[in-house]
């Protein structure tokens, strides 16, 4: 069955590192969303992409946060400058459709980003 | 407004019995309600959905029953089973240009046999 992979599955940086997370989404899929998880709280969005930009984003997706789709098959989420409060699981997610119904959202299983 | 609140935190159920979770929202402009089931290591799958316009939405042991007015919305699995022992969330969207989701913070459900 396909699936999101993520790479890696845990990342460890200093506080003010840039980290890129990698994801590859399902490959005929079109839609493609970052979420994350802060330790113990809900999984929240962050921003959602289509045909190479941006069409939703969170108040959390603030100028530290992009995203790329560079090659094609990679989808990628860079925090610039990380911060402690960056430290949370983030996933991403695909979906091959937008109508509502048909709007499944497929996870990754996740990087585990740890800002020390 | 566009929280959703998810109930219990954490859930043990012995097995054979029913599971009960609970979400509640207040974005009344929510319509579309899916519930993701999440292993450990592993990304949230979607379970089943409903939209407003029904009332329940069963899918072999699992149900989903929706009340518009109350603005809740449950999960149920009946004959639960130790294989069914994982994190269940609930989660909204809007639809109408966004399908962001939005998500309650989890139950943990432990099926003890």
Redesign the interface.
């Known amino acids: 069955e396909p699936e999101v992979t993520q790479t890696p599955s845990h990342q460890v940086t200093q506080m003010g590192q840039e980290v890129i997370l990698r994801c590859v989404p399902i490959s005929n899929h079109l839609y493609f969303y970052w979420y994350r998880q802060i330790l113990g709280q809900k999984v929240e969005f962050l921003v959602s992409f289509y045909n190479n930009e941006i069409s939703e984003k969170s108040e959390i997706f603030d100028d530290q946060f992009s995203v790329e789709r560079p090659d094609g098959s990679n989808f990628t989420l860079k925090i610039r400058s990380t911060k402690l409060e960056d430290s949370a699981m983030y996933f991403c997610a695909s979906s091959l459709q937008r109508a509502l119904a048909k709007n499944i959202q497929y996870f990754g299983a996740g990087t585990r980003l740890s800002v020390l | 407004q566009q929280q959703v609140k998810q109930s219990p935190q954490s859930l043990i159920v012995q097995k054979g019995g029913i599971s009960i979770i609970n979400c509640a929202y207040e974005n009344t402009a929510f319509?579309?309600f899916p519930w993701?089931q999440q292993f450990p290591?592993?990304?949230?799958?979607?379970l089943i959905?409903i939209?407003p316009d029904v009332s329940e939405k069963k899918e072999g042991r699992f149900t989903i029953s929706f009340n518009k007015s109350a603005k809740q919305f449950s999960l149920h699995i009946m004959d639960s089973q130790p294989g069914d022992s994982a994190t269940y969330?609930c989660a909204a969207?809007i639809?109408a240009g966004?399908?962001?989701?939005?998500?309650?913070?989890?139950t943990k459900l432990s099926v003890i046999p």
Request: charged residues 15%; hydrophobic residues 25%; without cysteine.
């Open positions: 319509d579309y993701y290591g592993k990304g949230p799958a979607l959905a939209r969330f969207s639809g966004s399908y962001q989701l939005t998500f309650g913070k989890g």
